[in-house]
């Protein structure tokens, strides 16, 4: 799902194009390979998804009016309709359909997913109205689908997904999230991370030295497992780098920074980086403020790339053999570049980069 070379080639071309080309859902031969991006309504309530065709450069567009949690998915972007919490998704060729496995009913009190980073393979919890929960995965097609054995959580608390790596080499869950979402922090955290192995069903040991509810994330390859770490989950944060298979650990002491809250945690494939978004936290005199830590396991640093104001930039991932992250704002949409040996951003879309599907795989 990263930026292909030929798409790198073609985006300038291909992002101005798009706001010329046909309109949505016109009946064009599909694209050997289409790089997606979001543009979130303003005021939000839905958004417009650009197919962009890597080798020509033309577009289909498709708008959604009521959407959100929009992910890659296979050929596909699903989404969650805000209003009736139905699962949809969008094709390559502009149509829009029911997802095929994720089902939304009267029956259940909430359905969350997560997807692999190539986004051949997801994972989804439902929790029913009766306090029943099952935990699934499948691939993106539907196929190899299976109920994960998981323990069900405590009184008062939920199951949910948190990380699944490429090849269903590992997946992350939050084994007693609130049943409510936390409104003081924008981010997703993590109450009690638990790790799973699907391939060889079997749970991996993660030594949760210091709990809090504080933000995780993996590496593509689920390898590396990134935990931020605060008492009470006020920051600034540590960060806990480990090895799923040894076990063997790396932490990283906390920068001075005065940063309350993290999130939108990223890890190299090769375990030496990680990156995450912070923020100073409500309550704090005058707006939000928003950066971008980023910690080097080799250096044993963490220190802020990115200060963003009022701007939340999420990463999305790193790039070019790790010189690179790209990053989201979280609010407008758009994609940004950060060169990480000049500390240059440059934006390379005013749209959101979600990744690049194969149509009709």
Request: net charge negative; aromatic share 6%.
């Amino acid at each position: 799902m990263s930026l292909s070379s030929r798409s790198r080639a073609w985006i300038g071309l291909a992002l101005a194009l798009a706001l010329v080309s046909g309109a949505a859902g016109a009946q064009e031969p599909l694209p050997e390979l289409a790089d997606v991006f979001l543009a979130p309504d303003d005021p939000p309530g839905g958004a417009t998804i650009y197919f962009v065709d890597a080798l020509t450069g033309l577009s289909t567009v498709v708008s959604i009016a009521d959407g959100t949690d929009f992910t890659l998915s296979g050929d596909a972007v699903i989404y969650r309709k805000t209003l009736s919490g139905a699962i949809m998704r969008v094709r390559a060729s502009g149509a829009i359909e029911p997802h095929p496995f994720l089902r939304w009913s009267p029956d259940l009190a909430s359905l969350d997913w997560v997807v692999s980073p190539d986004g051949d393979a997801i994972a989804w919890v439902e929790r029913g109205t009766d306090g029943s929960t099952h935990a699934y995965l499948a691939l993106a097609d539907g196929s190899d689908r299976r109920e994960l054995p998981l323990p069900a959580p405590p009184a008062g608390a939920r199951l949910v997904p948190v990380a699944l790596a490429d090849k269903l080499a590992l997946f992350v869950y939050d084994a007693a999230a609130p049943l409510a979402t936390a409104a003081e922090t924008p981010y997703t955290v993590v109450h009690e991370p638990r790790v799973y192995d699907p391939l060889n069903e079997a749970f991996v040991p993660f030594d949760d030295a210091l709990p809090c509810p504080c933000a995780a994330g993996i590496s593509a390859n689920g390898r590396w497992i990134a935990r931020l770490q605060a008492p009470g989950g006020n920051g600034p944060f540590a960060l806990n780098l480990s090895d799923s298979g040894s076990g063997a650990a790396v932490r990283l002491q906390p920068p001075a920074l005065d940063f309350r809250l993290a999130g939108d945690v990223v890890v190299s494939a090769t375990g030496t980086l990680a990156a995450y978004s912070v923020a100073s936290g409500a309550g704090e005199s005058g707006p939000v403020q928003y950066g971008v830590i980023l910690a080097d396991a080799r250096a044993r640093q963490q220190w802020l790339v990115v200060s963003s104001g009022t701007v939340r930039m999420r990463p999305i991932r790193f790039t070019d053999q790790d010189a690179a992250l790209l990053l989201a704002d979280a609010g407008q949409g758009g994609t940004h570049k950060l060169e990480l040996a000049t500390g240059q951003l440059t934006r390379v879309s005013h749209r959101t980069y979600l990744g690049t599907v194969t149509p009709g795989r």
